[in-house]
């Protein structure tokens, strides 16, 4: 019959439900699937029937399926399966007559079984590393990330070539210095000293400079203060900031970095780290204080905690600005502006990110002095369901989010760049409620009237 997802969700629940009334037959080799192997495929993932994993591979290589069978029972295989049985997944995907389509779907559910149970396929996989070098870029993108899942040290030299290439994309680049600044050894914290000193595209450098964070707090934060000292890309440097707080304690190491280099940085070198401490989550008081001493030997002046705090005779006052001189036009061109990130963690309708609230009917929903202490106080009203966790894995990272979901096996979060990442319950050494994704200070560098302007078109949005 032609399928859709209602349908879909029905057999799934069914096969899941009803796992007790076929998965019997499947363990005693006498389930009759009519020569097709992908609905088998299909009840056994619904069910997460691990136990049917022996007798499925025999199945397989008894009686090979045909080729529109293959996709499913591999993906199944590469899901549910053992060491041993992942090995049979492993061999088409590096096989040189599977395409480059196959080979990195096959990839993908390999490491989602990775992720879930941590299974590496069975005997010499060292034939990955071919992959990486890839023409490809999504293979060669899922070989890297395979590379460093499965820990083959062996693949290091493939990783730091690829790292290196700048005829590759900035996003594959990026994976490989990710993946480098998970391997033990030498080679690859070698690689990423040396491309975190190199000369030229400062994304790059600050790719590799959050790669040895893992790596060697001492050795990362070393590199990272001169970094932070002479960079003009805003998003690199975020980017840096970003790496020592999802540390345990990065924060505390870069702090220690900055006063011991005595180092200026400009104004907007010190409010990036101010924000970036704003949106982990918690409070991170010895780098604060570091980054304020460094704006000081810059010669620039502290901002106040918020140019635009307003006690309620002031508030008041705003609002009436606001009503009778704010701009809906400039007040839009002012929300697109980069640098206020409203966009990229916003939606208004279908368009934006989805890291806070949709704001299409915010100005039928809100007061104005609610829109203005949103903008001016983020923590102070935060939506119910955008409240963030701030979650410290086994090994010390940090990752601080919006819940999405929560199993028995798995929490997902989305972070304040918009992407979910999952960590494994089993994983979880800390978890506390923090506040908002939104960094305080975000609204400080705009005048009053732009303000003003900012509120106005907010207001307005679904009137």
């Not at 796992?19 to 699937?33: E, N, Q």
């Not at 690859?188 to 707090?217: C, M, N, Y």
């Amino acid at each position: 019959h032609d399928r859709d997802d209602a349908l879909d969700y029905s057999i799934w629940l069914t096969a899941r439900e009803l796992r007790d009334a076929w998965l019997p037959a499947v363990l005693a080799g006498t389930f009759d699937d009519g020569g097709k192997i992908s609905r088998l495929a299909f009840a056994i993932e619904a069910a997460d029937a691990h136990e049917a994993m022996p007798q499925f591979a025999v199945r397989w290589q008894q009686q090979p399926p045909p080729a529109a069978e293959r996709a499913a029972a591999l993906r199944c295989i590469a899901r549910l399966g053992n060491a041993d049985q992942l090995r049979i997944v492993f061999d088409v995907a590096v096989n040189p007559g599977t395409s480059a389509a196959d080979a990195t779907a096959l990839l993908e559910h390999m490491l989602e079984g990775h992720r879930r149970r941590r299974t590496v396929p069975a005997g010499d996989i060292s034939a990955i590393a071919g992959l990486v070098g890839s023409a490809d870029g999504p293979l060669a993108t899922r070989a890297i990330e395979a590379v460093a899942a499965w820990q083959l040290a062996a693949a290091a030299e493939s990783l730091v070539a690829a790292a290196n290439d700048a005829g590759r994309s900035l996003d594959l680049r990026r994976t490989a210095i990710t993946a480098l600044g998970s391997m033990p050894g030498d080679a690859p914290r070698t690689g990423l000293v040396a491309l975190a000193k190199a000369e030229g595209d400062d994304a790059v450098r600050a790719a590799a400079i959050a790669a040895l964070v893992p790596q060697s707090l001492d050795i990362a934060a070393a590199h990272a203060v001169p970094f932070l000292k002479t960079t003009a890309d805003t998003a690199a440097r975020d980017a840096v900031f970003r790496s020592f707080l999802l540390s345990k304690d990065g924060a505390a190491a870069l702090a220690k970095a900055i006063d011991q280099a005595a180092v200026a940085l400009a104004a907007e070198a010190v409010r990036a780290g101010m924000q970036a401490i704003s949106s982990a989550g918690r409070a991170e008081p010895a780098l604060a204080k570091a980054l304020e001493a460094a704006g000081a030997h810059s010669g620039a002046t502290p901002a106040p905690a918020s140019p635009h705090a307003m006690n309620d005779a002031q508030l008041d006052a705003f609002v009436e600005l606001v009503r009778t001189k704010g701009d809906r036009s400039r007040g839009e061109a002012i929300y697109k502006r980069e640098s206020l990130k409203c966009v990229s963690c916003h939606r208004i309708g279908d368009d934006g990110g989805r890291v806070g609230p949709n704001l299409a009917a915010i100005g039928a929903s809100s007061q104005l002095d609610y829109i203005i202490d949103s903008l001016v106080q983020p923590a102070k009203n935060v939506k119910e369901g955008y409240n963030t966790l701030v979650v410290v894995t086994d090994d010390g990272q940090v990752v601080t989010g919006i819940q999405v979901s929560r199993s028995d096996e798995e929490l997902v979060l989305r972070d304040a760049t918009g992407k979910e990442v999952k960590v494994s319950t089993a994983d979880i050494d800390e978890e506390t409620s923090g506040t908002s994704l939104m960094p305080a200070g975000l609204v400080d560098p705009l005048s009053r009237e732009e303000l003003a302007d900012l509120v106005r078109y907010l207001s307005e949005l679904g009137r």
